[in-house]
T-cell receptor, first 112, second 114 residues
Framework: GQSLEQPSEVTAVEGAIVQINCTYQTSGFYGLSWYQQHDGGAPTFLSYNALDGLEETGRFSSFLSRSDSYGYLLLQELQMKDSASYFCAVRVSRAAGNKLTFGGGTRVLVKP | NAGVMQNPRHLVRRRGQEARLRCSPMKGHSHVYWYRQLPEEGLKFMVYLQKENIIDESGMPKERFSAEFPKEGPSILRIQQVVRGDSAAYFC????????????FGEGSWLTVV
């Protein structure tokens, strides 16, 4: 089976930095994606890593180490609007289009 | 450019009734994915379709659930004889092809079975 493990919840204050780790055990690996979902809303794409290293997009960065089957999402200069759930997702097969397998999600709570 | 459109947003059905959820992908997208999300849980893959073809239905329950993506019109996820355990949010996503790295989600359809 496929498994992606991430912490269930993280709490931090405005302006802080939060790192959400994701470890995966999958039958194949064709990239790690991160999505943000506010309560009652749609998951929205944040970032994607196919190769090892750090990808930076504004206040959010994502890192991948394929040898460790590990990645993380880094949220910097936290804002109240960043309170949401964050999901890592892996594309496990080339044959199934962009089918993604998701982790259980990390709920981030930002406090004033 | 309109995003992925799903309707209805909220649907209430009694046990034993049928639920039909519709999804219109983004313009130019021919690949559709359906996911189910239970409260406080992650997104579980159900089915991947291209126009008139089911490519991967490995996440679909064997009974009562079916999906289609006709040549014309939206993709439909159909749940027959609904039970309380079917209550969930059903998300549709689309991509322009099967070789990129991003899928774009709709706002979801929340099914409540009473």
């Amino acid at each position: 089976g496929q498994s992606l493990e991430q912490p269930s919840e993280v709490t931090a204050v405005e302006g802080a930095i939060v790192q959400i780790n994701c470890t995966y055990q999958t039958s194949g690996f064709y990239g790690l994606s991160w999505y943000q979902q506010h309560d009652g809303g749609a998951p929205t794409f944040l970032s994607y890593n196919a190769l090892d290293g750090l990808e930076e997009t504004g206040r959010f960065s994502s890192f991948l180490s394929r040898s460790d089957s590990y990645g993380y999402l880094l949220l910097q200069e936290l804002q109240m609007k960043d309170s949401a759930s964050y999901f890592c997702a892996v594309r496990v097969s080339r044959a199934a289009g962009n089918k993604l397998t998701f982790g259980g999600g990390t709920r981030v709570l930002v406090k004033p | 450019n309109a995003g992925v459109m799903q309707n209805p947003r909220h649907l209430v059905r009694r046990r034993g009734q049928e639920a039909r959820l519709r999804c219109s992908p983004m313009k130019g997208h021919s690949h559709v994915y359906w996911y189910r999300q239970l409260p406080e849980e992650g997104l579980k893959f159900m089915v991947y379709l291209q126009k008139e073809n089911i490519i991967d239905e490995s996440g679909m329950p064997k009974e009562r659930f079916s999906a289609e993506f006709p040549k014309e019109g939206p993709s439909i996820l159909r749940i027959q004889q609904v039970v309380r355990g079917d209550s969930a949010a059903y998300f549709c996503a689309s991509s322009p092809s099967g070789t990129g790295n991003t899928i774009y989600f709709g706002e979801g359809s929340w099914l409540t079975v009473v």
